[in-house]
């Protein structure tokens, strides 16, 4: 088991998702930033989608009851196991009964923890993962809770000792695809969306990041009628600021679509923090 003594601002169970289920209204959810959790469980040896811990803005703190194998990924908080300091993006050896705290990342905003053997917390449509706009899945973690680890008898060995990854920018530049609903809009919205920044605001979550920056002006009056979204669209409601769907996002929505970010560009998405500047690129 790996009791939970602090959560920090949000800290939830997290694997790759549950796909497939967006015709019944049940949103994709799992890990904002995927690339970082499949690192975390190579790391250890694990399945890509084994269940780990998902901590936004550090200050999270785990006690582990038994000795294990970890490693953390994503936004690169401060680590300490048994109040030493360890590096992110390499496995690091728990003794029992050590407690893993995370301090506040210097850049980026979620940071993963996996775990050898995963967290087996109760699957929900076939995922573990906390899911905020449904309720799906586990509570958001707080104090007291317990977490059990599933066996690692079955697993292959640990192999890398650290694998390095860019740094996260300070400014990102996302690249975006030309939306469904392009037609919606003036002729130089997207122009307009691509060539001056945005700033992410604090209305920020897991269902989308909202932003502040030019409106995109309408060329139509009126709404849609409710059609299906993904990862990465950027949706722009009345007040012409964009709002970029994370992993948590409606299935459906009203408002048009002028762009969908690239698949790689998701990521970065998923690390924005609050006050950031962005820029976007066709």
Known sequence: MIEVVRTGPLTTVQDLGRPGHAHLGVPHSGAADARALRLANRLVGNP??????EVTLGGAALRFHASAWIAVTGAPAPLRIGGRAYGANSPCHVPAGALVEFGLPASG?????AVRGGVTVEEVLGSRSTDLLSSLGP??????????????????????????????PDTP????????????????????L????????????????????????RARDGELSSEGMVTGALQVPPSGLPIIFLADHPTTGGYPVIAVLASPSLPAAAQLRPGQTIHFRL
């Open 48 to 53: 890509e989608g084994a269940a780990g811990v």
């Open 109 to 113: 905003l979620r940071s993963y923890l």
């Open 139 to 168: 509570d958001p973690l707080k104090p007291g809770d317990r977490l059990p680890v599933g066996p690692a008898r079955d697993l292959g060995d640990i192999t890398v000792d650290v694998a390095p990854v860019p740094p996260i």
């Open 173 to 192: 530049v996302l690249r975006v695809l030309p939306g469904p609903r392009e037609d919606w809009f003036s002729r130089d919205a997207l122009e307009t």
């Open 194 to 217: 691509t060539s001056t920044p945005y700033t992410v605001t604090p209305d920020s979550n897991r269902v989308g990041v909202r932003l502040d920056g030019p409106p995109l002006a």
